[in-house]
């Protein structure tokens, strides 16, 4: 079975600065993918960036990108420049390649950006 | 377009009572997952249905049950319904089999009391 773990219960930044939430993950797979998912207060989740587990390398998407270190099975994600929008939980999650598309997610981290 | 969608938003029950959720995917997408998030916690897993077969069946006991209709949409069924079942009940919708970007509903937030 996958677990994900997410050590960061709450973090905090001021506006326009950098963070960076940290996730590990234990599977024995070694065809997976990785995401953040972010959930506002409205509760619905939204996919922030993706990581396949073949590329070696790590996936961006504008101010957010990861740090994905396979042989240690650790994935944290650097928002840069961050924005008061960014408040929200995010949320590690891990898919199996191939069956049943389960999402197997952590705990959470609750991030709160001051002005 | 129409994003997932589900009904209803909130959903206040007594134990040992029966509850159905609804969920309609994106248009166009034949493949539905329900996932159960107690406050506090990430998302669990319970059901994933592709083109009206159940594909997918995470950890939670027979009093949980779901199917497919042929326009895609999906139920999710809880019967004898616990205090402990009390939770956000997410639906998120893909294009089909193996395809990995999931999108979610706002969810159903049930109270069992």
């Known amino acids: 079975a996958q677990t994900v773990t997410q050590s960061q219960p709450e973090m905090s930044v001021q506006e326009a600065e950098t963070v960076t939430l940290s996730c590990t993950y234990d599977?024995?797979?070694?065809?997976?993918?990785l995401f953040w998912y972010k959930q506002p207060p409205s509760r619905q989740m939204i996919l922030v960036i993706r990581?396949?587990?073949?590329?070696?390398q790590n996936a961006t998407e504008n101010r957010f990108s990861v740090n994905f270190q396979k042989a240690a099975k650790s994935f944290s994600l650097k928002i840069s420049d961050s924005q008061l929008g960014d408040t929200a939980m995010y949320f590690c999650a891990f898919m199996k390649q191939g069956g049943s598309e389960k999402l197997v997610f952590g705990k959470g981290t609750k991030l709160t950006v001051n002005p | 377009d129409a994003g997932v969608t589900q009904s209803p938003t909130h959903l206040i029950k007594t134990r040992g009572q029966h509850v159905t959720l609804r969920c309609s995917p994106i248009s166009g997408h034949k493949s539905v997952s329900w996932y159960q998030q107690v406050l506090g916690q990430g998302p669990q897993f319970i059901f994933q249905y592709y083109e009206k077969e159940e594909r997918g069946r995470g950890n939670f006991p027979d009093r949980f049950s779901a199917r497919q209709f042929p326009n895609y949409s999906s139920e999710l069924n809880v019967n004898a319904l616990l205090l402990g079942d009390s939770a956000l009940y997410l639906c998120a919708s893909n294009m089909g089999w193996a395809n990995t970007e999931a999108f979610f509903g706002q969810g159903t937030r049930l109270t069992v009391v």
């Open positions: 990581q396949e587990a073949y590329k070696q």
């Open positions: 599977t024995s797979e070694n065809n997976y993918y």
